[in-house]
Each structure stands twice: as C-alpha cells, then as structure tokens.
C-alpha cells in the first residue's frame, strides 16, 4: 500500500522549472529521513537529494539547480527545479525512512515523471 503520494511531474523546456510535493501524511510514524530520488529509462535508481532533521545533501549534478524543503505538514516534503535540462528527464520518486519500518526501512512513492524538452 503506496503511502507516499508525488505530485507536480510534467512537461517543461530546457531552462525552465518545476516543482514536485510528497504527501506522506497517512504515514503514521514520522520519518527520520525523507527525500527525492529519480531514475531515467535504461539507468540506475538514483539519489537526487536528502533532507533530515540535521541537514541536506544534493546529488552533484543538482546542486545551485534544485531545493529541498520540508512541507507544512509532517511527512511532507518538496523539490524545486530550476534551470532543468534534458538530462534531468526522469521518474521521479519521493523517499522515506525511519529505522522502524519494516525491512530495511523504506518507503516510496509510485514515482512522477518530469520531461525536459530541449
């Protein structure tokens, strides 16, 4: 049962912006980490960026382009894209993780695809 609910996936040229929400209020425990992870056809699964309690880390690529921010409500967090280029194209998934949950701890999203046009 997908918990994590993306939104704001879509369409943009290359230079413009975006903007994606997590929505992970159903989730009862509040999680100790929660970011953005994205994947392009034929590639790995990869981290795009990370925000805890203590701090944020961004994928090189990213960083000066993209912001983190954690939402209004618990379990809620945000990703603003600007200066998107084609290789920013991706599905992009929302991640969280708390050491009580089961397995290895996490939790994802179906995921929300961002094309970037050149």
């Known amino acids: 049962q997908v918990q994590l609910v993306e939104s704001g996936g879509g369409l943009v040229q290359a230079g413009g912006s975006l903007g994606l929400s997590c929505d992970g209020s159903?989730?009862?425990?509040?999680?100790?980490?929660m970011g953005w992870y994205r994947q392009a056809p034929g590639k790995q699964r990869e981290v795009v960026a990370i925000?805890?309690?203590?701090?944020?880390d961004y994928e090189g690529s990213v960083k000066g382009r993209f912001t983190i921010t954690k939402g209004n409500n618990r379990n809620t967090v945000n990703l603003q894209m600007n200066s998107l280029k084609p290789e920013d194209s991706a599905v992009y998934y929302c991640?969280?993780?708390?050491?009580?949950?089961?397995?290895?701890?996490?939790?994802w999203g179906k995921g929300t695809l961002v094309t970037v046009s050149s």
């Open positions: 991640w969280g993780n708390h050491p009580l949950l089961p397995g290895d701890g996490d939790m």
């Open positions: 925000i805890t309690r203590t701090g944020i």
């Open positions: 159903a989730v009862s425990i509040t999680f100790a980490r």
